[in-house]
């Protein structure tokens, strides 16, 4: 009998790989993680309220919401860099909404157009916004029954028509897998690595992980992070039951060294806490009124336990 469960081989495998890492190149290790948070789950809060909690609690990368859902809709550049500057943020990247208004793998040409007008928007406004990349879902997040069997090969084709633009503006479209409760395609890091080589196009080549998803649809999150690699160029956090950090059984460390050995605190790649809460689907906290102390609460407790996490396997000596 084995003395060990296969999630503690695991976590052993991940930190001997990293210690030995750490050992070989200590330089690569020097720098520590970027550190973004995503704020479209702080809902109508305004703004300079939400960069103010942010950079409050030391942060200096915001992953703003993609609220660009019509013309006239969603952040203005100049208003938009005046906050940001006056809290000292810079944008890491935007974060895609997909939801069935704007689906790329809808059997309606209709909801696809709305998904390809949308994500010009967003890729113009990451580029004015010096933002890295733009999280894009393969499908509708918050509808799991597939509509026929064509979606994969119908999202495929309708992101071929603006990949061009990723390239074009310098934005990279960071493909996430999401759990198959809330989506239904493109659940895994290896079914996104299948979309990816489908749409073929050098502006779609990276992927967004989320930990919370993760955790349901793949084997282990730190492999996962490990088969992601240098492609993986932001990774959503939040604990097991999608709060804060420290609040539930992740194991956070092994996350963290998985992190660092695919190079998250290079330029350009970062880990921002998403910590939506439980449920179905998180989309309706976007347009919520927010319980403001509440939400200085989480990101305080996480952005803490985050970096003290961190502190502890930066000490970790082989």
């Known amino acids: 009998m084995a003395d060990e469960q296969n999630v503690d081989i695991w976590r052993r495998e991940v930190e001997e790989q990293y210690l ?3 050992r070989k190149d200590p330089g690569r290790f020097e720098r520590r993680l970027n550190i973004s948070w995503s704020n479209w789950g702080f809902g109508l809060e305004e703004l300079e309220r939400s960069t103010e909690r942010l950079a409050g609690n030391g942060l200096s990368f915001i992953e703003l919401h993609g609220n660009h859902y019509g013309p006239s809709l969603g ?3 100049e208003e ?13 990247g935007v974060c895609g909404m997909f939801s069935d208004d704007n689906d790329l793998s809808s059997n309606r040409p209709v909801k696809q157009q709305a998904a390809l007008d949308y994500i010009r928007r967003e890729v113009e406004f990451t580029h004015a916004m010096g933002g890295h990349y733009l999280l894009v879902v393969p499908g509708s997040c918050g509808r799991s029954e597939a509509y026929d069997a064509y979606e994969l090969q119908r999202s495929v084709i309708a992101l071929r028509r603006v990949a061009g633009l990723f ?16 989506v ?17 196009s050098p502006g ?3 992927i967004n992980g989320d930990v919370y998803h993760m ?7 730190a492999r996962a992070i490990l088969q992601a690699g240098e492609r993986l160029v932001n990774l959503h956090l939040a604990d097991s039951n999608r709060r804060a950090l420290g609040d539930g059984s992740m194991d956070l460390d092994t996350i963290l060294m998985a992190a660092y050995l695919v190079g998250c605190n290079t ?8 910590p939506l809460g439980p449920g179905a689907g998180p989309y309706p906290a976007r347009n919520g009124v927010p319980d403001v102390p509440a939400l200085d609460r989480l990101v305080k407790d996480t952005v803490s336990y985050l970096r003290e996490r961190e502190e502890a396997v930066r000490s970790r000596r082989a």
């Open 20 to 22: 030995e890492a750490k």
């Open 75 to 77: 952040y203005e550049v």
């Open 80 to 92: 938009t860099r005046r906050v940001l500057s006056q809290y000292g943020l810079r944008t890491s």
């Open 167 to 182: 390239e074009e503006l310098g934005v990279k479209a960071a493909i996430e897998p999401i759990r198959s409760a809330e």
């Open 184 to 200: 239904s395609i493109v659940h895994t890091v290896a079914d996104a690595l299948t979309y990816i080589d489908a749409v073929d």
């Open 204 to 206: 779609v080549q990276w």
């Open 215 to 221: 955790q349901v649809e793949e084997q282990n999150i």
């Open 267 to 274: 330029e350009g790649r970062f880990l921002t806490p998403e």
